[in-house]
């Protein structure tokens, strides 16, 4: 099974929730959606994330966008206008939690193509 970054079968869009920040995974198929369901828990965000995260992280599961939320609960240093964190804001902290490497079977690959997202107006589009 080959390792991958999270960013092979997914995207992400982050942003600021007062001392925390969200992170939305946005997998790219419904194949690599279930496959991120089953193993892209909060624990193992909470490990990948320690570094920026001292709080606890939730996960939320929107199943009819395939998404999968994160709340990291203390991401920020107090928040906005509070924190003297580089990014206040969280905006990076979706792109490091795509650097992520995950041991994804090939069905799941197969079912994306790097950079595409199944359904998609035009089948195919760039995401």
Known sequence: MPQVLLSRIAMARSGDKGEGS????IAR?????RF?????????????????NRGGVVRYEAD???VLNFLLEDSLGGGGSASLKTDAQGKTHG?????LKLDVPE?????TVEGT????VGEGAEA
Do not use: K, P, W
């Not at 969200?22 to 995974?25: A, C, D, F």
């Not at 198929?29 to 959606?33: G, H």
């Not at 369901?37 to 624990?43: P, S, V």
């Open 117 to 120: 997202v199944e359904g998609a």
């Open 95 to 99: 792109l490091a939690l795509l650097r």
């Open 64 to 66: 009819n966008l395939r």
């Open 36 to 52: 991120l369901r089953d193993h892209l828990t909060a624990e193992v965000v909470q490990r990948h994330m320690a570094g920026i």
């Open 29 to 33: 198929s419904d194949a690599a959606y």
């Open 22 to 25: 969200n992170v939305g995974v």
């Open 107 to 111: 069905d799941v690959l197969e079912s």
